[in-house]
């Protein structure tokens, strides 16, 4: 254990606190600054098992541990000092909450005696994350006699994080000291100081694929709806739920967060364009299924939950979580598996017309795409979408701000066998936090990454860029300067202006290059798509480029719509 933190019985429970952590699996700690916390920076900034980063600003903190969290599948922990500090988390903390991403809140705070006082920097900490958080614990003082207790609170904290995926939060008092001053006791960690905290596995129910495909043996007009999903093993994952739609002879409408989208040769059984093609009202009523299984979470897509809000089908709904996963609020049959479970499984595969009309239905709106945006010389923003899937590096993991982006990336990306790896904060749908997310997950991935982000959802975090000297990783932000909130010319609220310009569409003029410039990032901005395309064919090895496109909202949302109505 390190001279500082044997100097005090503060410095030495953060120590504690640390090596704990780690031996639990903890391998990265986001530290922002504070002087409550000063035992707990202290303690995991000298563990050298674990990786420290410090982020000034908490809110950025959250998400880009978040980031993180996604791409690893375990856990990340979160230190801040007293006071409002917290509060900030409070954005990341909701998307972990619905996104089902672990994360473990370290709160500093006044010891008892210092609440309620007008103590300054002393706020309620208790339950600051209500009902957002999987559970939740305050900490004893620090007490050497207490060490068990400690240990096994953080163990459990380990647990529930990780077993129910979610953000999970403890509060730490500490009274003065706040430095490592030396107290005269003799702090050690030894074998009667800390006991080894194994890690604790978790059983999954073991479901045999053949009992569903059973229960659905007569149902030929079946649907596999793959939601979006965040897989550490995103091939496995793709292979379990081919399997199934093999076996049953079902399509897939996949979600474009969902594996099954970017793994393995699946334009036989994968619908990427199913939004397009429900758009017809017509045709929709003939493609209704008798059954549908759906993986995860629904697909965010307005079209399809209001074409299945409509149906009357029997529905299973596959995940090992037991949250409600249905915003529909239909009968439904829950199984808690994986579909990594299905993946070994030989299978014998089926074809059905219902199959064959789908498949039909979807190549018609893909070359419809392919011939729209083959002659499209503007800069159209649902053409980057569609360019990406075609010259990004094979491999590549790519973040996507909520709002307009991941819509188009809904709309026009198409399935493909090039292995991305995707993630957006869909749990929530918000657009705060969106560049410290995804500089968490590139840099979790291991590997150069791509943000595609509208203007307001960069701009609304670009304190994101603080961390850029301590970030490890290659991001490419690709932002796609539309001057204002592009969504909102889809509201009605769009045809009364005023107020919709300035208060909706929220246009806020700022020069990239010059954010760019003041925190040293190369910056770009092409003016046609082989310009573009020479930028994006190969990524840089390592820190952070903005590569900006310059769109026209009104004419974009005009050319959707004629596509749609095509």
């Not at 599948?73 to 909701?94: D, E, R």
């Not at 793994?263 to 003939?286: F, K, N, P």
């Not at 936090?433 to 291991?446: H, K, R």
Request: glycine share 6%; aromatic share 8%.
């Amino acid at each position: 254990m390190h001279e500082l933190l044997r100097s005090n019985l503060n410095f030495f429970w953060g120590g504690v606190i640390a090596e704990t952590l780690s031996q639990c699996g903890i391998k990265h700690v986001i530290i922002s600054p504070g002087s409550r916390s000063a035992p707990l920076t202290t303690g995991f900034a000298l563990n050298e098992k674990i990786k420290t980063t410090p982020v000034l600003d908490e809110r950025s903190a959250a998400f880009y541990a978040l980031g993180l969290a996604k791409a690893s599948g375990l856990p990340v922990a979160l230190i801040c000092t007293s006071g409002t500090a917290a509060a900030n988390y409070l954005p990341a903390v909701i998307e972990a909450r619905y996104a089902r991403v672990p994360l473990i809140i370290l709160t500093a705070d006044r010891p008892p005696e210092l609440r309620d006082c007008a103590a300054g920097q002393a706020i309620d900490q208790q339950k600051l994350f209500g009902d957002y958080i999987h559970w939740y614990h305050e900490l004893a003082l620090p007490n050497r006699a207490l060490l068990p207790y400690m240990q096994k609170s953080l163990q459990q904290a380990w647990r529930k994080s990780l077993g129910c995926g979610g953000p999970v939060h403890l509060n730490i008092p500490f009274r003065d000291p706040l430095a490592p001053v030396v107290d005269g006791e003799t702090w050690e960690l030894s074998d009667d100081a800390i006991r080894a905290v194994h890690k604790e596995t978790f059983s999954k129910r073991n479901v045999d694929l053949d009992s569903i495909l059973a229960d659905q043996s007569s149902v030929s007009r079946g649907l596999v709806i793959a939601g979006p999903d965040i897989s550490t093993a995103p091939k496995k994952y793709a292979r379990g739920v081919l399997n199934l739609a093999k076996a049953l002879g079902w399509p897939i409408l996949a979600d474009t967060l969902s594996p099954m989208r970017h793994h393995g040769r699946m334009d036989e059984w994968v619908i990427a364009h199913y939004d397009c093609v429900l758009r017809d009202l017509e045709l929709s009523d003939t493609l209704k299924p008798s059954a549908v299984i759906q993986i995860g979470p629904l697909p965010t897509c307005k079209v399809l939950r209001k074409w299945l809000s409509d149906l009357n089908v029997p529905t299973s709904i596959i995940s090992l979580s037991l949250d409600n996963l249905d915003p529909l609020h239909r009968p439904a049959n829950y199984i808690q598996a994986s579909p990594n479970d299905f993946a070994t499984h030989e299978v014998e595969p089926k074809r059905s017309d219902f199959l064959e009309i789908w498949l039909n239905e979807n190549r018609k709106v893909a070359e419809r795409f392919e011939s729209a945006f083959g002659a499209c010389d503007e800069l159209f923003e649902g053409k980057i979408s569609w360019l990406l899937e075609k010259h990004l590096p094979e491999n590549t993991p790519v973040f996507v701000a909520s709002s307009m982006p991941v819509r188009d990336v809904e709309f026009f990306w198409p399935a493909n066998d090039k292995h991305f790896r995707f993630a957006a904060n869909r749990g929530a749908n918000g657009i705060d936090g969106t560049l410290s997310s995804a500089m968490g997950y590139v840099e979790g991935c291991g590997q150069p990454g791509v943000l595609l982000t509208g203007d307001l959802a960069f701009l609304h975090d670009q304190n994101g860029l603080l961390m850029a000297p301590e970030f490890e990783g290659s991001l490419t932000v690709i932002v796609i300067n539309n001057n204002g909130g592009g969504i909102f010319e889809k509201l009605e609220i769009s045809k009364f202006d005023p107020p919709f310009e300035q208060y909706f569409a929220t246009p806020q003029n700022v020069d990239l290059a010059q954010i760019s410039a003041s925190h040293n990032l190369r910056h770009s901005a092409p003016t046609n798509w082989d310009a573009f395309i020479s930028e994006i064919k190969s990524l840089p090895e390592s820190g952070i480029r903005i590569i900006e496109l310059k769109t026209n909202r009104k004419e974009d949302m005009a050319f959707r719509q004629k596509l749609f109505k095509k």
